[in-house]
């Protein structure tokens, strides 16, 4: 069959099939995948380079659908390319229990790179996933050797082009001069809300140039498929650029409703499904049909991608003869492993050391990791100087260009693009062999929040280092004092948050963000200065929580669990008891995830059942009912001032923590007094938790 018949089958079954799948879910966005079609077909036949016998295969390019919407188009592509996605897969699409869910999931479908969903997250991804390229090629790549050269290819819509996060990656990603980050944008000039002459009229070619894009206009995406290949052509040569290919095109192509807002979110009618088969050839009385002619194409092409991932095989195994430490460190990589006895080299500390803030902690523990562990790539939303994330002997990612540094550093200059920071983190973290870090306040960790539950979602194992963690950080006030934000981190599903008092505690967290390799980790430091305490360890992390000895009573009237820069005001609180004849217990509690995990017997053991609890934490006390009778904390905002002013003010002492302490233990023994058959009320479950 001639090549440019063959063209016209391919991207008339993909309409079809999409208007087949979304309209057998009752559900979905046919119009996209129709529109886009055309494009689909020129990038993976000519240009995406990904395997269905290896999916995983270090060098595959990587194709990002950022408007995820359209995954019908997406799902299409892999089942035809012989993935593991079946026509029964594609008919339970949007179905409770399948591989083909509503949008795109990394993990959940073979095939599928990043999470999108949330419009303007692929984009920023594909910035990440380019960046993590160029740094791998610069740290493998020999003289004939070129392991790492893939391109990244992404299609995003109108809506991705009018998102904040959007803007802040593409920005970033032309100062970083990504020239193998190649963006097809879908401009059908149709959002939700209709045309998008009701709210979008800049001129985007204008806008992405400025931020330093290569950039193109195909005026006919329907059906000029020479244009839009001589357009990623072009595109692959500039090698100093990302690209930006504008193409337009008719949204829900070949439908009655064919360029109009009512074929992006809601199935065709089975007349209008009816009339599109018979226009492009197809029986209407037949649904979900793939040519053989279709199949054979795209099988074609899926046999010499395989073949292209055996030749990278075979080209590693040349390169780890000829360079044997550089190809044992990246096969450890890319096997997820981090280096033997890595552990070993975390700092460790005694309460004779200085008092030191939890964020200078954290630039010692990644001052002594970075050469250890040299997949570490990080950076800072342009507060390095707060957030101590710079290693002395760091070098900067930028490109050579510049003078500023070279695409082998390893510390990343995010700007103030916190949104754009997270989700550039989630596709380095998915390109495999690099584990990104980036800091920030904690306060604004929810400018960039939807990007950070996609690392939880997405089972990415990305280190959120935020500093400035509570109302310690004093005189900058309520504006920057993230009183509520980790009661939003723990209850986030597959996210760690961890809080650490001192300076064995920050290697403990440490230790346990980087062993968890399927989840994002929220390090929590404070600009204060804190005391290192006496019965801290690092290994003691790993419980969540745990009890501090030297201050506690085997057999306490009260205890007191505390978190981060608190623990050492329940320490304080504690010698204040116990002055006074009380006996009391202190429990530091890094982490409540990680003291859910621990059975139960362990956790009967830490917070007594029958003693009643007070919890002290310097931000919201939601959430800490779990685990106290009484709570000390934040039931407001805070205030600006000097932190010890602050705590005064918020009654976040030693004093206050006692009296508390009494006032529960006189509660309950009225309560004993009184017959109550419950003298102190369990805490949590007394079962171990369903699987």
């Not at 968890?516 to 390090?523: D, G, T």
């Amino acid at each position: 069959m001639p090549q440019q018949d063959i063209n016209s089958l391919c991207i008339n079954t993909i309409r079809t099939l999409a208007a087949d799948v979304t309209r057998g879910a009752n559900s979905g966005h046919p119009g996209a995948p129709m529109g886009c079609a055309p494009m689909a077909q020129v990038l993976f036949s000519n240009h995406v380079h990904v395997s269905p016998k290896n999916p995983h295969w270090p060098n595959r390019d990587r194709f990002v659908l950022s408007n995820g919407h359209a995954c019908a188009l997406q799902y299409i592509l892999l089942h035809l390319l012989g993935f593991k996605m079946t026509m029964d897969d594609l008919k339970a699409f949007r179905s409770v229990g399948s591989i083909t869910p509503g949008h795109p999931e990394r993990l959940h479908t073979e095939g599928i790179e990043v999470t999108t969903g949330p419009l303007g997250q692929g984009i920023a991804n594909a910035v990440g996933l380019a960046l993590a390229q160029t740094q791998m090629a610069a740290t493998f790549n020999k003289p004939g050797f070129d392991l790492f050269d893939n391109h990244t290819f992404v299609l995003m819509g109108d809506g991705c082009m009018q998102e904040g996060v959007q803007s802040e990656a593409c920005s970033l990603a032309g100062h970083l001069q990504l020239g193998n980050l190649i963006a097809l944008y879908d401009d059908n000039d149709i959002t939700i809300d209709g045309d998008t002459a009701v709210s979008f009229t800049e001129d985007t070619t204008k806008r992405f140039e400025a931020y330093g894009w290569h950039v193109q206009v195909v005026e006919n995406g329907n059906d000029d498929l020479q244009g839009i290949q001589q357009a990623i052509e072009k595109a692959k040569a500039v090698k100093d650029k990302p690209s930006l290919i504008k193409v337009k095109t008719i949204i829900g192509y070949g439908s009655l409703n064919q360029g109009e807002e009512s074929t992006h979110g809601s199935p065709l009618s089975p007349e209008d499904i009816e009339q599109l088969k018979k226009k492009f050839g197809f029986d209407p009385n037949q649904k979900y049909v793939v040519p053989d002619d279709v199949y054979k194409y795209y099988h074609k092409l899926a046999d010499e991608n395989n073949k292209r991932a055996q030749e990278w095989e075979q080209l590693l195994d040349k390169y780890c003869e000829k360079f044997s430490k550089e190809g044992a460190d990246l096969k450890r990589r890319l096997a997820g492993k981090l280096p033997d006895g890595w552990q070993k080299h975390l700092p460790k500390y005694t309460p004779a050391d200085k008092p030191i803030a939890t964020r200078k902690l954290s630039e010692a523990v990644i001052t002594a990791l970075a050469d250890v562990i040299p997949e570490l790539i990080g950076g800072s939303a342009d507060l390095t100087g707060s957030n101590n994330t710079r290693w002395k002997t760091a070098v900067d990612f930028q490109p050579p260009s510049t003078k500023l540094g070279d695409y082998s550093g390893r510390y990343i200059r995010y700007g103030v693009r916190e949104h754009a920071m997270h989700a550039v983190m989630n596709g380095i973290a998915a390109y495999q062999g690099l584990i990104p870090f980036g800091g920030t306040f904690l306060n604004f960790l929810t400018y960039g929040w939807g990007a950070a539950r996609l690392s939880a979602l997405s089972h990415l194992r990305v280190l959120y280092i935020m500093t400035h963690d509570s109302i310690g950080l004093g005189e900058d006030g309520p504006t920057h004092q993230p009183i509520e934000t980790l009661a939003l981190t723990r209850a986030t599903p597959n996210m760690l948050t961890l809080r650490p008092a001192d300076g064995n505690e920050t290697s403990g967290a440490y230790l346990v963000a980087l062993e968890r390799n399927n989840m994002p980790s929220i390090l929590a430091l404070t600009r204060q200065n804190l005391p290192h305490l006496e019965g801290s360890s690092i290994e003691a992390v790993r419980k969540g929580g745990y009890v501090l000895e030297p201050y506690s009573d085997a057999n306490p009237q009260v205890t007191l669990v505390g978190t981060g820069s608190e623990v050492s005001i329940a320490v304080d609180a504690a010698k204040q008891l116990q002055k006074e004849g009380v006996k009391v217990r202190v429990v530091s509690m890094p982490s409540t995830e990680l003291f859910d995990e621990q059975p139960i017997e362990y956790r009967n053991q830490v917070l007594l059942r029958g003693v009643p609890v007070v919890s002290v934490e310097a931000l919201s006390t939601f959430g800490w009912q779990i685990y106290s009778h009484a709570q000390v904390g934040m039931v407001s905002f805070g205030q600006s001032g000097q932190y010890p002013d602050v705590y005064k003010f918020f009654k976040i002492t030693p004093e206050h923590v006692a009296d508390v302490a009494k006032g529960a233990i006189k509660y309950f023994e009225k309560r004993k007094e009184g017959g109550s058959e419950n003298n102190v009320p369990d805490l949590f479950p007394q079962f171990a938790p369903c699987t």
